[in-house]
């Protein structure tokens, strides 16, 4: 084969810029699409049309519906994650306890949390879906308690933390589930205000 010339080379970056975006555009479509209208509303078409790209094109990023959107709130997970490792990069330690709390119940009563939930119901019932829903869940979930325990400031060597941690956070996944159906903002920020006091006990 011949060499590839400089003109070629230099062409080849942009189009590689334009294929990440239009990715990323359709990973957003997508979560936002399965948010406000579930796994049945959600087509492939639908999505594309959303993104503004041709069905083909969609395709070509993400063969299968499937493939779509669990890509989609993997890479959502992972973009509230680095967004919220960057609003505590000192942990606790440097921050209010109540904020760090808060934030991380914002991680369950979003339209990521929205998204998921549906992809969970769906996976239910799609056997190709649900063990691929499933893997995705594990590694969210130990991420999200990764996270929790970096910015909480906690020490899991010590008896009891592990757990009191996991179940803060099966707690925010209550609060995310309440919020499906009515505004719990007052009742979650009086929840929020207690548990960072009841972490603060055991985690100090």
């Not at 000192?90 to 991380?104: E, I, K």
């Not at 056997?127 to 906690?154: F, K, Y």
Request: with cysteine; aromatic share 4%.
């Amino acid at each position: 084969m011949g060499e590839v010339s400089t003109a070629e080379r230099a062409g080849r970056v942009p189009k590689q810029d334009r294929s990440r975006a239009t990715r990323q555009r359709l990973l957003e479509a997508a979560v936002a699409c399965l948010a406000e209208h579930g796994w049945a509303g959600s087509t492939v078409s639908v999505v594309a049309e959303r993104a503004g790209v041709s069905r083909g094109a969609a395709q070509h990023h993400f063969p299968t519906r499937e493939d779509l959107f669990t890509a989609a709130v993997e890479y959502v997970a992972e973009e509230r994650s680095t967004a919220l490792r960057a609003l505590f990069p000192d942990g606790a330690a440097a921050h209010d306890r109540r904020a760090v709390v808060a934030a991380l119940v914002g991680l369950y009563t979003g339209p990521l949390f929205r998204a998921a939930l549906h992809l969970w119901v769906a996976a239910s019932n799609e056997e190709q879906l649900r063990p691929r829903v499933t893997e995705l869940e594990l590694r969210v979930g130990r991420d999200s308690h990764r996270i929790a325990v970096e910015l909480l400031g906690a020490d899991e060597s010590r008896p009891g933390v592990r757990e009191t941690v996991q179940g803060f956070l099966d707690m925010a996944r209550g609060l995310g589930l309440a919020t499906l159906l009515t505004d719990d903002t007052a009742r979650r920020e009086r929840v929020v205000t207690q548990w960072a006091d009841l972490l603060d006990d055991v985690l100090r």
